[in-house]
């Protein structure tokens, strides 16, 4: 074939995939839920293979479906209805960036950069994701409400368009406002207006002192007045406020091995807190009168501070576990929605009345930005559970003008559900700004903005 | 004239000015360095109004300047080369954003809005600019080192497109990856893609202890050393730290009335560091354990607390007065850059060594984000003086990979000196996007992106 002989003259042998082993797992997203059938799988090394590449496909009208660690969970990265067999695959080798996969910072020498700063960003994903993926899904994570978001703090990056053109906003300053800020329309659109080669981010000094608390409230008002309580008190040293409820627990503690329950008996729900501060004395003093305040009050019912490393890594095991732990439960419907603290969990409740015994309704997430990780866990998946899910599940956000996406993206999930969130003169400028960067549409196609509104003319 | 009566028939006649004195102070800038001619200011009430006189606007080729405050650095909110009597001043009035003229801020009664929450944005401009003018210059300020930039805070806004359309991009969530996040091309693009009328942004908590300190340094590498300590013994408390060269200092204890020098004796320097936090013990310990480190190890040469709020506000007041004094002392080449802080001041000297006797350099800025603020006093504006600092400071600037405006924007003076801080490839892509969203060029002709790129086609 002609396209992959030109394709190995860029990038060598090794640089195209034809292996069926290799090409199946790429073709296979995290959950298993979406299936792609690309018969090619290219590895770029720099970004000068993938401009001359991206030119290539893009005058040959050849589609590319970027993919970084592959754990996105809305079908994003996998290529979808490649009947044509013109969808290739297009895997970024993590050493192409700045910086790749996070676990790097087991180390603790205090010496080297990781020692000394920290990445703003920390997900469950670390040990796979990249960091390309994560600036292309603007993923939230675990310490966004102390650090911000991607948009804030990626400071430059570089990123090839779809006819090939490199982009170079490789600044690493903390500000500049010579014109429109271009960075920001590449964060967060998941590979479908360019391929993001090099990232530079603002990496915070790390701070000697952190705290973790893993407490139990038996209500979900008082989770909620326990984080208001907490963004005061606690103020400038929080650094996660996170959640998860009774039916999360349980599936941690059945399906992942070597895990226990910190406290002695069950209970509604339970809150991690973490502090993160230059001294520990200070932290210490402000934490502990702040917990022993909400036990006087009665919005936290019992509680333990890790004591440890140890003891805080398996108090985190415990939150981000939840999702390999309802990916052993079964199937799994996952819906990650910013609403109103308030409103959050009446949706939850809403959902147990439709569904009742036929699927199994599991909360957690980042309640301290606001945003719900609602999962509906089943045997496998079904016509008659989905249909009791959607459209409620959007609608009902869109009635409380919450987000249907609030930091996983849209993906091929929810492509065609994005007027639940914005509003039609904006998914019309979307789309113009997508065919005028990208024309022939060849950067992943089906996915974020539906293709009804990129058809029209 | 048929336009006249078109705009009287939606804005009634208050809204349509032609008063000389309103329309001469509208058409000269802050530094009464640019001046335009226009014959006509507008002042629409409602976004419907806004959207409805862009429309006439557009389908008539008038262009159309945004102006808010009028408190820009660059020229940008003033209609310049009007010979053809076609550009109409558009002052959109405070109450038209969610909120506007920050000394709102005057309360301190912490049971309101905003004595509970503060605006996460802070400036010398405060009592005349607007949120909206602060959004379309993307306005850095005192606490960027704290809060970050607009890009991380702003949460939503509407912004009315040249044909009039009105874009709903107003949520309030801390989290929302549906689609593309269209609102940061508003933020710092200068009304020349839209007019911002309603603005939502992210307001921390107000923190009960705040502490400024007053500090001399001998020499630039001090400050600089001194910047560093703070990030990593103040952490998480530190939230301003600007500095003031001797000449600013001078400047301003000569111009501005009632105003004296908190320390006994003249020094090369001056450090304001601010901190806040949640428990006032826990931060003065911190700052003045940081104090007398920094005494002891001689990076700090003298220096003052303030202790109340009357002394607070007449430090802030030496800083924050210095562009004032500046406007007193004569014509001023003002240079907005980001640098790397270890090479900022070499800058400065090098500017003095140039000049002579024929000016004097003043230096001040937000050392903490890497932004100077470079001062060039004179007596009047010559062109002998202009040939000896520009294209000087913008080459060096870009040699050292800095920015040429880190946070007033391009405005008039240096839409032309965009290629000096971005690539081709990106101010190309920028001329796209401005002439996708308004293809008749209408809103803020002249500013922002040359004139060369905009024809090209
Ligand atoms: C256990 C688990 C926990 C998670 N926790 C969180 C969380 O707390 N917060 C959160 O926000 N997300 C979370 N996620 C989802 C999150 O979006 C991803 O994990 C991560 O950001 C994606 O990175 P990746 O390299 O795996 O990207 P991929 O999955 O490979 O790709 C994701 C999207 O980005 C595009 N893409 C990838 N690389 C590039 C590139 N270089 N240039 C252009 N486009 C590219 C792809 O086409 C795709 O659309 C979690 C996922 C898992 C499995
Ligand atoms: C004493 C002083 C101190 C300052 N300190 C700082 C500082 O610390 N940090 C900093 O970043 N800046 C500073 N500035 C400059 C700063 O950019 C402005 O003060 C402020 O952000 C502009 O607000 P404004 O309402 O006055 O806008 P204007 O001056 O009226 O307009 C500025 C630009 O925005 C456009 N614009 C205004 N309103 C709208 C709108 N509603 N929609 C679309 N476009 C609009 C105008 O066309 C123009 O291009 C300072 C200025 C002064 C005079």
Redesign the pocket.
């Known amino acids: 074939m002609d396209d992959i002989s030109y394709f190995k003259k860029i990038l060598g042998e090794r640089g195209v995939v034809q292996d069926e082993e290799k090409l199946d797992d790429a073709n296979t997203d995290?959950m298993r839920k979406y299936k792609g059938s690309s018969k090619l799988m290219l590895q770029p090394r720099t970004t000068e293979e993938v401009s001359q590449i991206l030119k290539y496909c893009n005058s040959r009208c050849l589609a590319v479906?970027?993919?970084?660690?592959?754990?996105?969970?809305v079908g994003?990265?996998v290529p979808v209805f490649d009947e044509l067999g013109w969808i290739y695959l297009f895997h970024?080798p993590k050493f192409l960036?700045f910086m790749c996969i996070f676990s790097i910072f087991g180390c603790h020498c205090r010496i080297c950069f990781w020692c000394r700063f920290i990445m703003p960003l920390d997900?469950?994903?670390k040990g796979?994701?990249?960091i390309?993926?994560?600036?292309?899904?603007?993923?939230?994570?675990?310490r966004l409400i102390r650090y911000g978001s991607l948009h804030g703090s990626v400071l430059g990056l570089e990123?090839v368009l779809a006819n090939g053109t490199v982009l170079d906003m490789l600044a690493s300053l903390r500000k500049d406002n010579t014109g429109y800020d271009l960075k920001h329309l590449?964060i967060g659109s998941?590979?479908?207006l360019?391929?993001?080669?090099k990232v530079s981010i603002l990496t915070p000094p790390k701070l000697s002192s952190v705290n973790l608390a893993f407490l139990a409230c038996e209500d979900y008002a008082s989770c909620q007045k326990l984080l208001l309580e907490a963004k005061r008190k606690l103020g400038e040293i929080l650094s996660a406020f996170e959640f998860l409820d009774v039916n999360a627990m349980n599936l941690v503690l059945k399906h992942l091995d070597g895990l226990r329950d910190p406290l002695s008996s069950m209970h509604n729900f339970y809150v991690l807190i973490e502090t993160t501060g230059s001294m520990e004395s200070h932290d210490k003093e402000k934490l502990e009168a702040f917990l022993l305040q909400s036990m006087d009050s009665g919005l936290v019912t019992d509680g333990v501070l890790a004591q440890d490393i140890n003891q805080t890594s398996s108090f985190w095991h415990i939150r981000?576990g939840v999702?390999?732990a309802l990916m052993k439960a079964g199937a799994v419907y996952k819906y990650d929605l910013s609403l109103p603290p308030e409103k959050m969990y009446e949706l939850v409740e809403e959902m147990r009345t439709r569904l009742g015994s036929a699927a199994n309704v599991v909360a957690y997430g980042?309640l301290g930005d606001g945003n719900l990780h609602l999962n509906i866990s089943a045997p496998q998946y079904t016509d008659s559970i989905l249909s009791k899910i959607e459209p409620f599940v959007y609608e009902w956000t869109s009635k409380h003008r919450g987000s249907i996406s609030a930091?996983?993206?849209l993906?091929l999930m929810k492509a065609d559900k994005i007027h639940y969130s914005k509003s039609p003169e904006s998914v019309q400028l979307m789309a113009e700004i997508k065919k005028l960067i990208d024309p022939n549409r060849i950067l992943?196609p089906y996915?974020v903005l539906p293709s009804s509104v990129l058809s029209q003319s």
Do not use: D, M, R, Y
């Open positions: 995290w479906v970027p993919q970084g660690g592959n754990t996105g969970l994003g990265s970024i960036h997900l469950g994903a796979s994701c990249q390309g993926g994560n600036v292309s899904t603007n993923a939230g994570g675990l990123a590449f998941e590979g479908s360019g391929i993001v080669t981000e999702p390999e980042h930091e996983h993206g993906g992943n996915k």
